[in-house]
């Protein structure tokens, strides 16, 4: 092993689920996270190997057996398990294995040797619960929010560590192109029926940029938002990169209606880096990324939404900026999971 200035090089290897290029082309919030900790863990002077899909750009060393992502086939067993057979024969010998596949830590069983870590990027629901319950202790687990955490109070849970976003990357918008803005997937979740209420009661111009490739997303755009749209209520397609900072940079917020405990909500933070507030419902990891009144405000139920949006203007954009660069940085990602890390070895 190598020094460096977090201490001892340590060997890392990390196992992207095999859906998503890492990192993204457009939506996928895990594949983003992976691309910022590998080039994190390579940056503080780790030796790094990303397994993931050839189509990935991430600049570290990668491997992978899968020629394209599997997209079209998320979810299925086949391609995951092939993915993940090949994947565990090319990290024997690293110190640490972080894992962010669903099958990939119960098969892991069979490399004893290996010690393995793994995040939960999704809710502790009932079906993931009995699985990540079936590889604690050998597997620590690293939780994504307090509140995902919360919802499974007798699961040894390694580490709760929030996701970061590399802010240099963002510029700070002016919040000047008169519209609000809907960010996320085209599921009833997410909400995008309810911001569009919203916007309809406030009588504010929303934009609505949703990722919309599975038949479910389609059909409840066909049956529900849809209909609902107007000339002041547009839907703009998946965006990505440039498009999607200059939309943030131009929203005069973030309207974020979840109904449900989403694990974290990348897209909050991105919006604080673009000094766009947000507003979300009191809901999952809400309350832990938005500080009410300050960045943005924690609503009640859609009423108090439509309340928010007319103070809006009291919430500093230099505030929302300053927030995401002291508390949701890459930096301070990368380094708790290397102090986990550490502890581990």
Known sequence: MLPSRYGIAMRIALIAPPWVPVPPLAYGGTEAVIDRLARGFQAAGHEVLLYTTGDSTCPVPRQWCLAKSEGMRMGSVVPELRHIIHAYEAVKG????????????????????????????????????DIYRSITPRVPIIA????????????????????????????????????FLFLGRMVAEKGPQRAIEVAREAGVPLLLAAKMREPAERVYFQNIIEPMLGDSIRYVGEVGGQEKLDLLNGAIGLLNPIRWHEPFGLVMIEALAAGTPVLAFREGAAPEIVEHGVTGFLCDDIDDMVDAVAHVDTIERAACRLAAEQRFSTERMVNEHLELFRSLL
């Not at 069979?110 to 793994?118: C, Y």
């Not at 995902?148 to 002016?174: E, F, N, S, W, Y």
């Open 144 to 179: 994504i929010s307090h509140d995902q955490a919360a919802q499974v109070p007798d699961l040894p849970i390694a580490r709760i560590i929030h996701h970061g976003i590399d802010t240099q990357t963002i510029p700070v918008g002016r919040g000047d192109g008169g519209y």
């Open 94 to 129: 690293f110190d640490i294995v972080h894992d962010h596949t669903v099958m990939g830590p119960t098969y892991s069983e069979r490399f004893p040797s290996l010690r393995v870590v793994t995040t939960n990027h999704g809710p502790f629901n009932a079906e993931l619960t």
